[in-house]
C-alpha cells in the first residue's frame, strides 16, 4: 500500500481569511474513499463552511462512530480535536464531551448505518436534549464498508447492485429530527456545495441542536439503475424548498437560481445537477408544517432539500441543566469539591 502525503508548504499568496488562515489549514489527510464518492464533496464543504466562519481550527471538535463516513474526520479540519468512537456511539461521546467543555464547537460526522442502526437511540436522545452541535449524516443507504448491504434508510423497493429489492421500510432521520426536537433540520445533496456549505454554516453556527441529512451516493455499491440514493435518481426528483444566504459581516453567499426557475448547472465530473428555487410561501419556522410538506413531497417521491425547520429561538443541553458558564475543565479543586457541608446539603435533598 503506497501512502501519499500531502506538501506541508502553501503557497505565500494563498488567500487567507479573517483569523489569518488559507483553505489549506482547514484540510486534512488525503482521502482513502473510493474515487468520486459523495462523502469527499462533503468533506470539501465542511472546510470551505469553517474557513468562511473564520473558525479556528482548535475550537473544532469532531466525533465520528464507524463506517465510510465516519473516516472522513480524517480528511478535514486536521488541527482540531477528534474522537473516532465505536459504532454508533458518536453521540453519547460528543454529550458527555459538550458538557466538559462547553467552548469547544462540536461536529459530528456519522452515517446512515452508524445512526439509523446501531445508533439510533444514541441520535434520538442527542436530538431531544438539544445537545449543540452540527450532526452531519452523510446518506448513502448502504454499508460500504462491508460490500452493500442495504442500511436502515434504504427505500422499500429500492434495488441493490446484485438486483436484491429491499422489502423493509426506510428510516427517515430527518422526520425523526423534527420530531424529537431538533431546532435546525436540513437535508442536502453531496453534490450541491453552493446549498450544502450555506446549510453546514448555519448548522455551526445555530444554538442548540442542528442536523443535516446529507444524500451522498455510494459509487462503488449503490450508484446503479433502481437505486434511489444513485446521482441520476437524487438529481431527478430533486426540489428545494430554500434558497439558502448564510449572511456574515463578511461576503454573502447565494443560490444563483431565480425564483421558481429551474436550471441545470455542470458538475465538475461532467454531469448536470438540476436545481429548482425555492418556493417564496415555504415557512422553515413551523415544524408541523414542515413534517406535513416532506411528507407530501416524500409521496410523489421527491427529495426535498435544504433549510426545512429553524427555530431562531433555540436553547441547548446546558441551558436546560443550567451548568456552570465555565467549561469543567477548567474549574479548580475547590470549585469541583465544595466540601462535606455541600455534599451532606445534596444528600438531604434527594431523602
Same mark, same amino acid.
Given at each position: 500500500?503506497?501512502?501519499?502525503?500531502?506538501?506541508?508548504?502553501?503557497?505565500?499568496?494563498?488567500?487567507?481569511?479573517?483569523?489569518?488562515?488559507?483553505?489549506?489549514?482547514?484540510?486534512?489527510?488525503?482521502? @482513502?474513499?473510493?474515487?468520486?464518492?459523495?462523502?469527499?464533496?462533503? %468533506?470539501?464543504?465542511?472546510?470551505?463552511?469553517?474557513?468562511?466562519?473564520?473558525?479556528?481550527?482548535?475550537?473544532?471538535?469532531?466525533?465520528?462512530?464507524?463506517?465510510?463516513? %465516519?473516516?472522513?474526520?480524517?480528511?478535514?479540519?486536521?488541527?482540531?480535536?477528534?474522537?473516532?468512537?465505536?459504532?454508533?456511539?458518536?453521540?453519547?461521546?460528543?454529550? *458527555?464531551?459538550?458538557?466538559?467543555?462547553?467552548?469547544?464547537?462540536?461536529?459530528?460526522?456519522?452515517?446512515?448505518?452508524?445512526?439509523?442502526?446501531?445508533?439510533?437511540?444514541?441520535?434520538?436522545?442527542?436530538?431531544?436534549?438539544?445537545?449543540?452541535?452540527?450532526?452531519?449524516?452523510?446518506?448513502?443507504?448502504?454499508?460500504?464498508? @462491508?460490500? *452493500?448491504?442495504?442500511?436502515?434508510?434504504?427505500?422499500?423497493?429500492?434495488?441493490?447492485?446484485?438486483?436484491?429489492?429491499?422489502?423493509?421500510?426506510?428510516?427517515?432521520?430527518?422526520?425523526?429530527?423534527?420530531?424529537?426536537?431538533?431546532?435546525?433540520?436540513?437535508?442536502?445533496?453531496?453534490?450541491?456545495?453552493?446549498?450544502?456549505?450555506?446549510?453546514?454554516?448555519?448548522?455551526?453556527?445555530?444554538?442548540?441542536?442542528?442536523?443535516?441529512?446529507?444524500?451522498?451516493?455510494?459509487?462503488?455499491?449503490?450508484?446503479?439503475?433502481?437505486? @434511489?440514493?444513485?446521482?441520476?435518481?437524487?438529481?431527478?426528483?430533486?426540489?428545494?424548498?430554500?434558497?439558502?444566504?448564510?449572511?456574515?459581516?463578511?461576503?454573502?453567499?447565494?443560490?444563483?437560481?431565480?425564483?421558481?426557475?429551474?436550471?441545470?448547472?455542470?458538475?465538475?465530473?461532467?454531469?448536470?445537477?438540476?436545481?429548482?428555487?425555492?418556493?417564496?410561501?415555504?415557512?422553515?419556522?413551523?415544524?408541523?408544517?414542515?413534517?406535513?410538506?416532506?411528507?407530501?413531497?416524500?409521496?410523489?417521491?421527491?427529495?426535498?432539500?435544504?433549510?426545512?425547520?429553524?427555530?431562531?429561538?433555540?436553547?441547548?443541553?446546558? @441551558?436546560?441543566?443550567?451548568?456552570?458558564?465555565?467549561?469543567?475543565?477548567?474549574?479548580?479543586?475547590?470549585?469541583?469539591?465544595?466540601?462535606?457541608?455541600?455534599?451532606?446539603?445534596?444528600?438531604?435533598?434527594?431523602?
Amino acid at each position: 500500500m503506497t501512502y501519499i502525503a500531502k506538501p506541508p508548504l502553501h503557497h505565500p499568496t494563498l488567500e487567507k481569511n479573517g483569523v489569518g488562515y488559507t483553505r489549506r489549514d482547514y484540510e486534512g489527510k488525503i482521502s @482513502t474513499l473510493c474515487a468520486g464518492c459523495g462523502h469527499d464533496s462533503i %468533506s470539501a464543504s465542511i472546510i470551505q463552511a469553517c474557513w468562511e466562519l473564520d473558525i479556528e481550527p482548535h475550537r473544532v471538535a469532531k466525533l465520528s462512530g464507524i463506517g465510510c463516513s %465516519s473516516k472522513t474526520p480524517d480528511y478535514f479540519l486536521g488541527a482540531s480535536h477528534g474522537f473516532n468512537t465505536v459504532h454508533g456511539r458518536m453521540p453519547s461521546v460528543l454529550t *458527555g464531551a459538550n458538557l466538559a467543555n462547553r467552548e469547544l464547537l462540536y461536529l459530528g460526522v456519522s452515517g446512515d448505518g452508524d445512526s439509523a442502526s446501531i445508533g439510533l437511540g444514541q441520535f434520538a436522545h442527542a436530538m431531544r436534549r438539544g445537545v449543540r452541535m452540527a450532526y452531519i449524516v452523510e446518506n448513502n443507504g448502504v454499508y460500504g464498508l @462491508t460490500k *452493500g448491504q442495504f442500511s436502515a434508510t434504504a427505500d422499500n423497493g429500492s434495488k441493490s447492485k446484485k438486483g436484491v429489492v429491499n422489502s423493509d421500510s426506510p428510516v427517515d432521520l430527518v422526520a425523526m429530527a423534527l420530531q424529537l426536537g431538533a431546532t435546525y433540520v436540513g437535508r442536502s445533496f453531496s453534490g450541491n456545495k453552493e446549498q450544502l456549505v450555506p446549510l453546514i454554516k448555519g448548522a455551526i453556527s445555530h444554538g442548540g441542536a442542528a442536523f443535516i441529512d446529507v444524500i451522498s451516493p455510494c459509487v462503488a455499491f449503490n450508484n446503479h439503475p433502481g437505486s @434511489t440514493k444513485s446521482y441520476d435518481y437524487v438529481r431527478e426528483h430533486n426540489e428545494s424548498v430554500s434558497r439558502i444566504d448564510f449572511i456574515t459581516p463578511r461576503t454573502e453567499i447565494t443560490a444563483a437560481v431565480a425564483p421558481g426557475e429551474v436550471v441545470d448547472v455542470r458538475q465538475h465530473d461532467g454531469s448536470l445537477l438540476r436545481l429548482r428555487s425555492l418556493h417564496p410561501e415555504y415557512d422553515p419556522t413551523d415544524r408541523h408544517a414542515a413534517m406535513a410538506y416532506m411528507h407530501t413531497h416524500q409521496a410523489r417521491g421527491e427529495i426535498l432539500t435544504g433549510l426545512l425547520y429553524v427555530d431562531p429561538l433555540a436553547t441547548d443541553l446546558h @441551558t436546560a441543566l443550567n451548568t456552570s458558564a465555565r467549561p469543567l475543565n477548567a474549574l479548580d479543586a475547590d470549585q469541583l469539591c465544595p466540601g462535606t457541608g455541600v455534599l451532606a446539603r445534596i444528600n438531604a435533598s434527594l431523602r
